[in-house]
């Protein structure tokens, strides 16, 4: 059963902007450096370098891991 919908809030990440879903107050046995944040869709203007990436994150040691559920990039 559902017991709880997280409404996704607007952050700006860099160039991006994404809805956050986690971290979440009511939801405290999630970590604070766990983030689940949706993007999309989107198309990149012609002028976007390549590598545009979200800046460097403040803390050592963490990583990130993304999953691409549909989309491609440009040829």
């Known amino acids: ?43 990149f203007p012609p002028n976007v370098p390549r590598d545009t990436d979200v800046r460097p994150h403040p803390h050592i040691g963490l990583s990130t891991v993304t999953y691409l559920f549909e989309g491609d990039r440009p040829s």
């Open 1 to 43: 059963m559902l017991s709880l919908t997280i409404p996704a809030r607007r952050r700006t990440i860099g160039l991006l902007e994404v809805g956050r879903i986690l971290p979440f107050a009511q939801r405290r046995m999630v970590g604070p450096f766990v983030f689940l944040d949706h993007m999309g869709p989107l198309q």
